[in-house]
Every structure is written in C-alpha cells, then in structure tokens.
C-alpha cells in the first residue's frame, strides 16, 4: 500500500483504494503544502510557553496525570510512548519506554511540539483532531515520509460540553501494529473524560 501513497504524493492521483479518512487528510495536507517527504516548519513551544499551555489547560492536564501512567503500565517495555495534547494538537505530556521515546524526539513527537495537520499532514494526533473521531495511522498512511516509522492509536477527549478539548495518542514503531491499541485509546480518552 505504501504505492499509493507515492503514487498521491508524486502524481496526485489513486489508484489504489484507501481508508476514506486517509485520503482526505493527504488531501488536506496537501492543500496545506506540506512536504511529504520532512517537516520544514515545526512548531516547538520553549519551556516557559508549555507550562503557560499547560496552566491554560489545567483540566486537562490533572485529568490525564493518573491516566497516562496506568495506559503505560498497560503496554511498558513494548517500545511505545503515551501522549496527551490539547485541542490544538500540542503535546502537553508523555510517558515511554526510552529507547522509542528517543527515536520519537528526532522527529519531535515530545512535550511542547504541535502534531496539527497544518504542521504535520496527516498524524493520529492532528487528524483525530480534525475528524473529531478514534483512529489509527500507520507507517506510510502518514503524509511526510520521515513519520513512516510510526504506528499511531488515537481518540479524542471530550468535556462535558462535548467539545474536543485533546487526544489521547499511543505511539510506536511501525513494526509493532497490535489491534487492541486503539481500544485502550479510547479506554484511555473515556477515563480522562470521566476525570474531568
């Protein structure tokens, strides 16, 4: 399947048949001229504009403290890393196993960095947000090349209002694609909610 993805990237075009919610992130990110094959523009917080997005959010950020921990606890020593971002795709925190976790920085998927689309292209993080719906995004079904490497489970964290105030996101190596991940990505975002 990775052809269809070169064959959008480099001819616009599929031929292929895929996931409906894929193709229209590629679409998206396209028309947001990303480079499919790095991220040019990343957008990183410094430090002290993290813990003000962290203070603005506090909800959030307290609702999901015990809940990380215990989704880790779930899937440790299996190379994964465990994010929560706001509502505007930036990570607030993550735990992991280390080996992924530094794997995961060189491509910044770490506390301050934005995983918008807009940013990003198509990511668990960014097209959950945009699709207000659980996904998962694997290997090449990421828009910039450089992300293939990743396997994603993501849901989104809705408060009482029912707005979409962040994401729930598992990450791993794309060799590691185990189905059940998604489901405790939501468990994970359904706690989260009920802390709030």
């Keep these: 399947m990775n052809n269809a993805w070169q064959q959008f990237v480099k001819e616009d075009k599929l031929i292929e048949r895929i996931d409906p919610v894929i193709q229209r992130s590629w679409e998206r990110s396209k028309g947001h001229g990303i480079n499919h094959e790095k ?3 990343n957008e990183i917080l410094p430090m002290p504009r993290l813990k003000e997005r962290c203070q603005a959010q506090e909800d959030l950020v307290y609702a999901s403290k015990t809940v990380l921990p215990h989704i880790y606890n779930l899937i440790q020593n299996q190379n994964y890393v465990v994010l929560v971002s706001d509502f505007e795709g930036y990570i607030l925190n993550s735990i992991g196993d280390p080996p992924f976790m530094s794997k995961a920085q060189q491509v910044y998927l770490s506390p301050g960095a934005s995983w918008r689309e807009e940013t990003k292209g198509t990511n668990a993080i960014g097209t959950v947000l ?8 694997l290997g090449w079904e990421h828009f910039v090349k450089e992300n293939h490497f990743l396997a ?3 849901a989104p964290i809705h408060n009482s209002k029912g707005q979409t105030v962040g994401v729930l996101d598992i990450s791993g190596a794309v060799t590691s694609t185990p189905d059940r991940l998604l489901e405790v990505a939501i468990m994970g975002a359904k706690m989260i909610e009920q802390n709030m």
Excluded: D, G, H, S
């Design 39 to 41: 991220v040019v523009n």
């Design 152 to 154: 994603c489970w993501a």
């Design 130 to 137: 945009a699709e207000n719906t659980p996904l998962r995004i």
